[in-house]
């Protein structure tokens, strides 16, 4: 006997199933009135906010609610590539208004350098589920303790204190026009307005950079840093040389959007930031032939981080720089460019070179090698001179950059560079700092003005930090819409009961 028709003991689930999509659709496109999880403004806001520098962020509003709050919450996001919304809690009173007072700590357990810029906005839980948010702000790490000044173009901004203004300008003119140049060369076009903050010394850097070591932090050995996840690099004085590098690295991080890519190797990006200090091989052929001579030097197979001994890191850098710079001298500016897109598809070092350069890493090592006089690899090496520890030192590891030898003067700019045309830049009205300030104690917090209702432009050298500014009604702040989830749990639910008739037929 044929088995049983089961058609009409599927169609009560697949009517159902076909209503929970069309609820879906409704759901999705018609337009959604103000329910109790919808946010809803609060009323006659007024914010305020103090920085601490290197350690914390302080914001109070005082707001008018019309309801009983149990929860408050504030919102923050750093501006840079992709960084995510998170939130925390926050202590209230509400006899009346609504006031609350809520903190962004920079120092940990995230550290968030100088000049990072930030949206924030509180967001109110009433006790019968309503939301309530406040508009959004945007504040940035920078303090009212430091006269701050910046100088901008579209392509680069300079946030400075206790540095003259002829030397920050004389570093705009000189890297600024170098940047396109970087950006062709790796094939990058999405390059945002990257933020360099330069401290007036080493000392100062130190004070408001982040802990790396104690012994470190004691010996002053770092310069500057780059933070690609901020479009931010912070240093200790002006040097043109060093924001080329620390620069670099944010250009190189852009290049490495997949997360298939392959790890880069540390020898390809120090090496690439430290040719582009110069754009030739000129410095790195002159230092490393004191290298070649005492047979100082190490397979790249094997320079896969910057190493941990301080009378290695020089050679580290200046190895790299030049074997990179004989790569792009040789088989093209753009190839580490093109090296990068083929890690980015998750080839190995060897792939990738084989690919780009027509050898893998141990062959066109053994053809720089050549270059040198030096044996290929795997040819023992006699070391016939000890390291000198005192040497000079190049920057940077990617957020490490710069090593200090033992003084705390200020690094010059680069006299190599050959001269830039100048940016038509107006000139300052206000008396250029000769010297660096002396370290200056940070106050008591002092309350901001209110929220300005567009953001405010620095594009000339200004006085000046800025102040909280409104931000549109349309950001993307992570929001909840209940009705979609109602409606995805029936969809599934419709296709779970069709999936069981069909199962017990």
Do not use: C
Request: hydrophobic share 35%; proline share 9%; aromatic share 10%.
């Amino acid at each position: 006997m044929p088995p049983k028709a089961t058609t009409g003991n599927l169609t009560t689930p697949l009517l159902f199933t076909i209503a929970a999509m069309a609820l879906l659709v409704f759901a999705t496109f018609a337009p959604t009135p103000i329910s109790a999880q919808s946010p809803r403004p609060t009323n006659d806001e007024s914010v305020t906010h103090t920085v601490t520098l290197g350690d914390k962020i302080t914001i109070h509003i005082d707001t008018a609610i019309d309801a009983q709050i149990s929860e408050t919450r504030l919102w923050r996001r750093a501006h840079g590539d992709d960084n995510v919304a998170a939130y925390s809690y926050v202590d209230f009173e509400q006899p009346d208004r609504l006031t609350a007072t809520a903190e962004i700590d920079v120092k940990s357990p995230s550290y968030f350098p100088p000049g990072t810029q930030f949206d924030i906005r509180f967001e109110f839980i009433a006790t019968n589920g309503d939301i309530y948010t406040s508009n959004t702000y945007h504040v940035q790490h920078l303090d009212a303790a430091h006269d701050w000044r910046r100088i901008s173009d579209e392509n680069l901004e300079i946030i400075y204190y206790g540095v003259s203004d002829r030397s920050i300008r004389d570093l705009h003119n000189q890297v600024a026009p170098r940047l396109p140049e970087i950006n062709d060369a790796l094939g990058v076009t999405d390059s945002p307005q990257f933020r360099a903050v330069i401290f007036p010394n080493a000392r100062e850097l130190t004070r408001y950079g982040p802990r790396i070591s104690q012994a470190a932090t004691d010996g002053i050995y770092f310069g500057g840093y780059a933070y690609d996840e901020y479009d931010l690099t912070i240093m200790a004085s002006p040097s043109a040389e060093v924001l080329v590098h620390e620069l670099t690295h944010l250009i190189f991080d852009r290049k490495l959007t997949s997360p298939y890519a392959t790890a880069v190797p540390g020898w390809l990006n120090e090496g690439n930031s430290s040719f582009w200090e110069t754009g030739s091989r000129d410095k790195s052929n002159r230092q490393f032939n004191s290298y070649v001579r005492r047979g100082d030097v190490t397979e790249f197979s094997k320079m896969h981080s910057v190493p941990g001994i301080r009378a290695d890191i020089h050679r580290f850098y200046i190895q790299s720089a030049d074997f990179v710079g004989y790569l792009l001298e040789n088989y093209g500016r753009d190839t580490v460019g093109k090296l990068l897109e083929e890690l980015n598809t998750g080839q190995s070092v060897d792939q990738a070179m084989q690919t780009v350069y027509g050898g893998t890493l141990t062959e066109i090592e053994n053809q720089w090698r050549a270059e040198w006089n030096l044996p290929p690899v795997g040819t023992p090496i006699e070391t016939t001179f000890s390291i000198d520890a005192n040497r000079e030192v190049l920057p940077t590891i990617p957020g490490l950059p710069t090593i200090q030898t033992g003084t705390l003067t200020q690094q010059p700019a680069n006299t190599e560079t050959e001269p830039q045309e100048p940016l038509p830049l107006p000139t300052i009205d206000h008396e250029p700092i000769e010297d660096p300030q002396p370290e200056v104690a940070i106050p008591d917090p002092q309350p901001t003005i209110a929220p300005e209702p567009t953001p405010q432009s620095f594009l000339t050298p200004e006085p000046g930090i800025g102040n909280y500014i409104t931000g549109t009604s349309e950001d993307d702040w992570p929001t909840v819409k209940p009705s979609a989830i109602i409606i995805f749990l029936l969809l599934f639910a419709g296709f779970a009961a069709l999936f069981w008739r069909r199962m017990r037929t």
